[in-house]
């Protein structure tokens, strides 16, 4: 297949289009810059210049390929800026593009979610299909709802006649060269001296290879059903706890508990996240899919030591 990818040179969609370039796909990359350009080229795709923001070049696109996978995500204005909305209205724009350009034609087009938080349980591929209601005046809570909402309004495509699927990721895609979530838990223990973690650290995450993730992007992309959620989830939960102790006992701090109330001074704008027990199942997804994680765990992967290099001078 012709396969248009954006996003194709970041953390997971670079896996991505290994993935799909060795299983004999030909691959279109988004770039908005030179260094991506460059990646993608020496990945063996092809590519075409531009960003979320260009409807045009994103409609051309998909229009020409036999399938898309988007993974695109404005994480420098949604994070650094922070105005998470701003990046996910601009997200919602860009996926309106790509949808209506398929509309019609039975072509495959997957885009990236996350795992959704239930209270009390694990979370499953059933949960989170109801957008949360008054969120407009909280922008920590309408910036998620709306990328809620627009990987529901990418599976109503289905009614429209688009092969479309969402692949739910979870908090924490692992690996060496991760900068996400466990990598920044690292330079915090660097940086104060302790492994900390949020209340009792009984809060759980769920975690996946990024190798195995992009893997099921290929899955949905060949195989799965109009309308399909997909949880690319290896670890169910690992508690925040263990975590921490890894961390400690690899760079030989003392591992502490934060209290909530001191959680924003200690963890910064990351203390939201470690705020939640949000653990997610992925036993649906492999029952339909076959799909099955093949790569260390996280603690596993933690205790291989790559995290844990001193960057280079």
Same mark, same amino acid.
């Given at each position: 297949? #012709?396969?248009?990818?954006?996003?194709?040179?970041?953390?997971?969609?670079?896996?991505?289009?290994?993935?799909?370039?060795?299983?004999?796909?030909?691959?279109? *990359?988004?770039?908005?810059?030179?260094?991506?350009?460059?990646?993608?080229?020496?990945?063996?795709?092809?590519?075409?210049?531009?960003?979320?923001?260009?409807?045009?070049?994103?409609?051309?696109?998909?229009?020409?390929?036999?399938?898309?996978?988007?993974?695109?995500?404005?994480?420098?204005?949604?994070?650094?800026?922070? =105005?998470?909305?701003?990046?996910?209205?601009?997200? $919602? #724009?860009?996926?309106?593009?790509?949808?209506?350009?398929?509309?019609?034609?039975?072509?495959?087009?997957?885009?990236?979610?996350?795992?959704?938080?239930?209270?009390?349980?694990?979370?499953?591929?059933?949960?989170?299909?109801?957008?949360?209601?008054?969120?407009?005046?909280?922008?920590?809570?309408?910036?998620?709802?709306? $990328?809620?909402?627009?990987?529901?309004?990418?599976?109503?495509?289905?009614?429209?006649?688009?092969?479309?699927?969402?692949?739910?990721?979870? #908090?924490?895609?692992?690996?060496?060269?991760?900068?996400?979530?466990?990598?920044?838990?690292?330079?915090?223990?660097?940086?104060? *001296?302790?492994?900390?973690?949020?209340?009792?650290?009984?809060?759980?995450?769920?975690?996946?290879?990024?190798?195995?993730?992009?893997?099921?992007?290929?899955?949905?992309?060949?195989?799965?059903?109009?309308?399909?959620?997909?949880?690319?989830?290896?670890?169910? *939960?690992?508690?925040?706890?263990?975590?921490?102790?890894?961390?400690?006992?690899?760079?030989?701090?003392?591992?502490?508990?934060?209290?909530?109330?001191?959680?924003?001074?200690?963890?910064?704008?990351? @203390? $939201?996240?470690?705020?939640?027990?949000?653990? @997610?199942?992925?036993?649906?997804?492999?029952?339909?899919?076959?799909?099955?994680?093949? #790569?260390?765990?996280?603690?596993? =992967?933690? =205790?291989? *030591?790559?995290?844990? $290099?001193?960057?280079?001078?």
């Amino acid at each position: 297949m #012709r396969v248009f990818v954006t996003g194709g040179s970041g953390w997971i969609g670079s896996a991505v289009v290994a993935d799909l370039v060795g299983a004999g796909h030909q691959v279109v *990359g988004l770039a908005r810059s030179d260094a991506s350009a460059d990646a993608l080229t020496a990945a063996g795709a092809e590519v075409t210049p531009g960003s979320l923001d260009d409807l045009g070049a994103l409609r051309a696109a998909s229009a020409a390929a036999d399938g898309v996978i988007h993974l695109a995500f404005n994480h420098e204005l949604a994070f650094e800026g922070g =105005d998470f909305k701003g990046a996910a209205d601009a997200d $919602r #724009r860009a996926v309106e593009a790509m949808g209506e350009a398929l509309s019609g034609s039975g072509k495959p087009f997957v885009i990236a979610s996350g795992t959704p938080v239930v209270p009390g349980r694990t979370a499953t591929e059933r949960d989170g299909h109801d957008i949360p209601a008054g969120t407009a005046g909280d922008p920590a809570v309408a910036g998620p709802a709306t $990328r809620m909402a627009t990987a529901e309004w990418t599976l109503s495509l289905a009614s429209r006649g688009v092969r479309a699927a969402v692949v739910r990721l979870p #908090r924490t895609n692992h690996g060496e060269g991760d900068k996400g979530f466990v990598a920044t838990l690292v330079q915090l223990a660097r940086d104060k *001296g302790a492994a900390g973690h949020y209340g009792d650290g009984s809060n759980r995450w769920p975690a996946v290879h990024r190798l195995d993730s992009a893997h099921l992007f290929r899955v949905a992309l060949e195989d799965a059903p109009a309308g399909t959620t997909l949880h690319a989830v290896a670890d169910e *939960g690992v508690r925040l706890r263990e975590i921490a102790e890894v961390i400690g006992r690899h760079l030989r701090v003392p591992v502490v508990s934060v209290r909530p109330e001191d959680a924003g001074g200690h963890f910064g704008w990351l @203390a $939201r996240v470690l705020s939640t027990d949000q653990p @997610a199942s992925s036993a649906l997804t492999r029952e339909l899919t076959g799909w099955r994680p093949t #790569r260390p765990g996280l603690v596993a =992967d933690l =205790d291989e *030591g790559h995290y844990f $290099r001193a960057p280079s001078a």
